[in-house]
């Protein structure tokens, strides 16, 4: 099924064949499963449960589905195992991975297994199977390095580059590729493998590089998932540590809207086959780390402590998505707004994790939603 509208249903249901998505249990994985095993698709999760909490998704998600889902605790380094999963597959989604810059330079090897070589495990099981099975690729901003040459002024709590042409559309695809920390170069290496098995095997592959993706059923701690993971710690009545001065930006991305680009990038496969594509919430949702922590204050209530330390490595001063090229192809809607995005994941968190503010949150999550 064909269409520029991304709320329709993914590509018709095929008996027997299912939707694999690796690291289908993590943040994204599991919001994936959830919308593909709602339209009536068969969904096997391919995950190892590496990071703590993602266990709870699997849970929830095989509560839900019961007869739609279907796992296979395993790692993506297993290239048996791997084949197995995509023997079967009608699409395959690949989140799995080492997620973090901090655990990356403290052990670059294994970041390099899980991200490289488990992502050829991935490409190659279905390069061995000879069909055009479409595989769309979480990859990420950082395969554009650490941007140093974009000249910023800084206003009182965020950076903005001098370059009006930025400031207002934000990175482009047409922006070269600089991998920086171990992370960046195995996400990156990844997603021009991703790439070029389009290119030299015909497999329909396409890239989403994303920025910074935030909603239900993350997991966040300090080293990703820093959007849900302020809230947590603002929540809990526990500072929070900011690495360099907090005025750093990033555009944040909503995972409803997220997730529908996914499905669509499925759906469009034909045309966005063998391309890269940035996403992220834009510069309509470009904030800064003070920024949230102000918005966060605004939402339980009360004033957050924050501890300030040294600027992390590799760490971009402002990256924010060029969205246009994602939006005409992909026929992405309007993205969900930060502020009302970012109150609903406190409404979340407080109701699925029982985390309750110390003051009467409730009438202000409603009220920062009215915000919006
Ligand atoms: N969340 C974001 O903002 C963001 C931004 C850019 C890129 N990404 C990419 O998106 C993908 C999903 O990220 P997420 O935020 O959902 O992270 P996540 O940590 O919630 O999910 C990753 C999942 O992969 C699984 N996993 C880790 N190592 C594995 C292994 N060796 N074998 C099998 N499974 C393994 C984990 O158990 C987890 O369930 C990742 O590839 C990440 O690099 C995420």
């Known amino acids: 099924m064909k269409s520029s509208d991304t709320s329709a249903a993914s590509p018709a249901v095929l008996r027997h064949r299912h939707v694999l998505v690796t690291g289908g249990a993590g943040f994204i994985g599991s919001n994936l499963a959830n919308r593909f095993a709602s339209e009536g ?10 990071r703590p909490g993602v266990d709870h998704n699997l849970e929830w998600l095989k509560k839900r589905h019961p007869s739609k889902i279907s796992a296979v605790i395993g790692d993506i380094r297993d290239e048996t195992a791997v084949a197995d999963a995509v023997r079967d597959a009608q699409a395959v989604f690949h989140m799995a991975a080492q997620v973090a810059v901090t655990t990356s330079l403290v052990d670059p ?6 991200n490289i070589r488990g992502t050829l495990n991935v490409l190659d099981a279905l390069r061995r199977r000879g069909e055009r ?3 769309i690729f979480a990859s990420t901003n950082k395969v554009y390095g650490d941007l140093a040459d974009i000249e910023l002024e800084k206003t009182n709590d965020a950076y903005k580059p001098r370059d009006s042409a930025i400031r207002n559309a934000g990175i482009g695809e047409n922006r070269p590729l600089d991998f920086h920390t171990p992370y960046g170069c195995s996400k990156g290496a990844a997603d021009q493998y991703v790439l070029d098995y389009a290119r030299s095997f015909g497999i329909p592959t396409c890239v989403m590089r994303m920025s910074c993706i935030y909603g239900q059923r993350q997991m966040g701690t300090e080293d990703q998932g820093w959007v849900a993971h302020f809230l947590i710690r603002a929540l809990q009545g526990e500072p929070i540590t900011i690495y360099g001065d907090g005025c750093q930006v990033r555009d944040v991305l909503d995972i409803s809207d997220a997730v529908s680009a996914y499905a669509s990038a499925w759906n469009h496969i034909e045309t966005v086959q063998g391309r890269a594509f940035n996403l992220g919430g834009g510069p309509a949702n470009a904030i800064s780390l003070r920024q949230l922590v102000s918005h966060i204050e605004d939402i339980i209530g009360r004033p957050v402590e924050t501890i300030y330390a040294d600027w992390r490595a590799g760490d971009q001063r402002y990256y924010v998505s060029d969205t ?4 005409q192809e992909l026929g ?8 009302k995005g970012v109150a609903a994941l406190a409404g979340w968190l407080q109701e699925e994790k029982g985390l309750t503010c110390l003051t009467s949150s409730s009438s202000r999550l409603q009220s920062a939603e009215v915000l919006s």
């Open 109 to 114: 090897r294994e970041d390099f297994e899980i």
């Open 324 to 327: 246009r090229l994602a939006t």
């Open 332 to 339: 992405l809607k309007q993205p969900i707004s930060w502020l």
């Open 41 to 50: 698709h068969d969904v096997l999760i391919y995950d190892v449960l590496a």
């Open 133 to 135: 099975v479409p595989l």
